[in-house]
């Protein structure tokens, strides 16, 4: 009962409570007068990422990747995807069929965090777990900023790789600002993120499909998609 409340006042209390300006969701981009920027929500059952055009200032901002071999400006790349999550279950279940006790563990009690980067060629935004964000200049490098102030930085100034930990060729692990639960886990991030935007969201998302409902239910103007798709 004290769970199903939670959840529902979750949703149903947006955050910010009032908003600055209004932002055109849509599945794909539409047609404006004013320069706009187009970001991308990606779901799945458990999680959401952040897709972010590949564009050359977006490229440059994002080019400590290439130090650790993954070229942000190599042929093809369409997006530049970033997510936020717990250490353990993040780095260590690629795929469900590698679900471990250990890091589940971690991930409902206190996990250190990690930022998640990898690149895309182009992203089909006809698919249900695809959302198309179009934001105003000024909105988009907010949430860029936000995006890039989750990486835990060396002496230097640069974000911190954890070697050796990735999927495939194409992403990489980086050490992360906060701690992880998952009360306040990943889905509460992007919704924070997505609020540097000017997004609404509801007040507490901890999951995909609560995010995308708050997402609807306090952008009334926009319609949203959400299915959910095995990780």
Not at 1 to 29: E, K, Q
Not at 152 to 162: C, R, T
Not at 187 to 196: D, E, G, I, K, S
Not at 202 to 217: E, F, K, V
Request: proline share 7%; with cysteine; net charge neutral.
């Amino acid at each position: 009962m004290i769970i199903a409340l939670a959840v529902g006042l979750g949703i149903l209390i947006p955050r910010p409570l009032f908003a600055s300006a209004p932002v055109n969701i849509a599945y794909a981009a539409t047609s404006v007068d004013t320069p706009r920027r187009t970001v991308l929500i990606l779901s799945n059952s458990i999680h959401t990422d952040i897709a972010l055009p590949a564009t050359p200032d977006v490229v440059e901002r994002f080019s400590f990747l290439a130090a650790s071999g993954l070229d942000p400006a190599q042929p093809g790349v369409a997006y530049i995807i970033a997510g936020w999550g717990g250490r353990s279950f993040y780095i260590e279940t690629p795929t469900w069929s590698e679900l471990k006790p250990g890091p589940v563990f971690k991930a409902l009690s206190v996990d250190r965090s990690v930022m998640h980067v990898s690149v895309a060629g182009p992203i089909d935004r006809e698919r249900a777990s695809v959302t198309a964000v179009e934001l105003d200049e000024a909105s988009f490098q907010r949430m860029l900023q936000a995006i890039l102030a989750g990486f835990s930085l060396d002496d230097g100034g640069k974000p911190v790789v954890i070697a050796g930990a990735n999927y495939g060729m194409y992403d990489l692990f980086f050490e992360a600002e906060g701690w992880f639960n998952a009360i306040v886990g990943c889905n509460v991030w992007t919704a924070a993120t997505l609020r540097q935007g000017g997004l609404k969201t509801g007040w507490w998302t901890p999951l995909p499909r609560l995010l995308s409902l708050s997402l609807a239910l306090h952008n009334p103007d926009h319609r949203f998609g959400y299915s959910p798709v095995a990780r």
